[in-house]
């Protein structure tokens, strides 16, 4: 039976042997103190630079150098179809329980309910970061990321036995990501980070030929292969500083989600693509190959596209590896006489013609694969058995209410029995979550349904989000809540 009363978080969480800990609720900025924060840092000037730029367009349509800082909103029908500009997010923000709003904007109120939600420990991630470490304006970029960490430290740091705020740090290339990176774990003492999973670029032979085309064309960076930079400097740092990276940007405007008209056509499913674009680089780049201490999160977007990536990884491994490929598919081993044989026996009249020519077809020429085509060195991969140990150093932020959180916890779906690592994830702060007070309770419908376990549970709302923050570093948990419970299911 549901539980359905108000305190009904506080009720799930007395049943639980074991703490919960949100690995993604969500902080609202409130914009004058950011303007302040914005003044000292950067001066009036680069306040009154950001105003102009209208708080950036990363989910109003990548054309906002041609469209001008209100993006979509400032163009008529007939020229957002003409310019296919994306369709604008709008009414994301909670407004109705005022309670909620300000709790998800004052630390102390969110501390004094965080009993009352069932939440023992919180990590909390800014909503401006969405946007302020994805516009290709560097000094909006910087500046803009150096004030709001600023900002989280000094309102989040009184309350860090209960919760922390990741810093956003900025990715457009790898020494400015490193220079923030730096400056938030050193100097204002941050423990956790999030980075967007791809750089927006434009195509740099059309920039340079076509300029006035320039802002059409773009690719999406993933910064772990094909990249404009070597990012390994930056990984490097990471796991120097014992951080985890945390990838919390979604794909809007770019592909199949860019309907000028429907932003929830484009909304769905948006973060899960970006997610899997950035894991799936992690991995054929070779990022998890060469720094095989890094663990790195994936939020917002669930865990049922790691699943099917996971499971797809493997398979393309078995089909495409280099022995495979070779016994399978090389196009020498064709026997073309044999082939025209059977054609001619089954193909009927069509293929009568052109049997002698297919018959004595010439060899394929392989020469511009370079003699062999190999997708797999720089992964480090040499057996499908290897992408399980791969994945267990990724984990995936869920929503509450997410039933394909599921499929993470069933190891006859996954192969060799593996289960990934999902982890409890509210988004309280934002649109889909309606009254912060129930996150748990739908959370924990997983297993009144019977589709998880209590030991499922246990480690999708604790033991996962401790272990990714424990491995990378020791002492993340000391000081706080949860430090002993930590302790002893993970010494």
Known sequence: MRTTTAAAGAEIRGRLAHPVIDADGHTIESMPVVFDYMRDVGGAKFLDHYKKWGGGSVFNGPLHKVIGPHGWYDLSPEERRSKRVTRAGFWGLPTVNTRDRAAV????????????????FAVVYGTLPLSLTRTD??????????????????????????????????????????????????????KAVMVGNFVRRQVDHVAREHPEAAPYAVWADQLAMDS???????????VELKVVPAAHAGSNGFGTRASVENWVYNHVGHFAAAGEAFCKALVLGGVTHRFPTLRFAFLEGGVAWACNLYNDLIAHWETRNVESMLRYLDPNKLNGKELARYLGEYGGKQFAPHLKQIANA?????????????????????????????????????????RMTAVAFNPKINHFGAKIQAMFSSDVGHFDVRDISTVLVEAYELVEDGLLSESDFRDFTFANVATMYRTANPDFFQGTVVEEAVRETLP
């Not at 190999?374 to 997410?402: H, K, L, M, N």
């Open 362 to 402: 010439p060899p394929p020429d392989t020469s511009r694969e370079g003699g062999f085509a190999d997708d797999w060195p720089a992964s480090g991969i040499r057996d499908a058995r290897e992408v399980p140990e791969i994945f267990s150093r990724f984990f995936f932020g869920c929503e509450a209410e997410d």
């Open 228 to 238: 404009a930079y070597d990012y390994d400097p930056f990984w490097k740092r990471c």
């Open 105 to 120: 904007m004052a630390p102390k109120l969110f501390r004094e309910r965080l009993d009352e939600l069932g939440i023992d």
């Open 137 to 190: 304006d560097e000094e909006i970029r910087r500046v803009g990321c150096r004030a709001v960490n600023k900002m989280y430290a000094d309102m989040f740091g009184p309350h860090s036995d209960r919760m922390t705020v990741p810093a956003a740090i900025p990715m457009y290339t790898p020494q400015e990501a490193i220079e923030e990176l730096e400056y938030v774990v050193q100097e204002l003492g941050l």
